[in-house]
């Protein structure tokens, strides 16, 4: 079993910036691909952004790809997802997961096992 707890959203005006930490524990960090993903109310969860944990390799869906960036501290079996240029349909909760082996594609929350709680993000106009 894995376990992900999620901190860092809250307010934040449009064009301001976020940093959201996932924190795991369970598993061999460093074995684990991770991914965020988000939903809006009345919308389906979508992904956001994936690393991968052989080659460190990260993934980013359009909507988001130059404002938000990923990444892993392997020491602190931490996973952030650095959010800028904020817009307010960025406003979702975001949720962090991870999966040992990508059997499906990174972009599909099906592919993923293990969930954390979510943390909400708001962007003001």
């Known amino acids: 079993q894995v376990q992900l707890v999620e901190t860092g959203g809250g307010l934040v005006q449009a064009g301001g910036s976020l940093r959201l930490s996932c924190a795991a524990s369970g598993h061999t960090f460093t074995r684990l691909n991770l991914g965020w993903f988000r939903q809006a109310p009345g919308k389906e969860r979508e992904f956001a952004a994936a690393?991968?944990?052989?080659?460190?390799?990260?993934l980013y869906a359009h909507s988001v790809k130059g404002r938000f960036t990923i990444s892993r501290d392997n020491m602190l079996n931490t996973v952030y997802l650095e959010m800028n240029s904020l817009k307010p349909e960025d406003t979702a909760v975001y949720s962090c997961?991870?999966?040992?082996?990508?059997?499906?594609?990174?972009?599909?929350?099906?592919?993923?096992?293990?969930w954390g709680q979510g943390t909400q993000v708001t962007v003001s106009s």
């Open positions: 690393i991968r944990w052989n080659d460190g390799a990260t």
């Open positions: 997961a991870a999966v040992a082996y990508f059997r499906g594609s990174y972009d599909l929350p099906t592919t993923y096992d293990y």
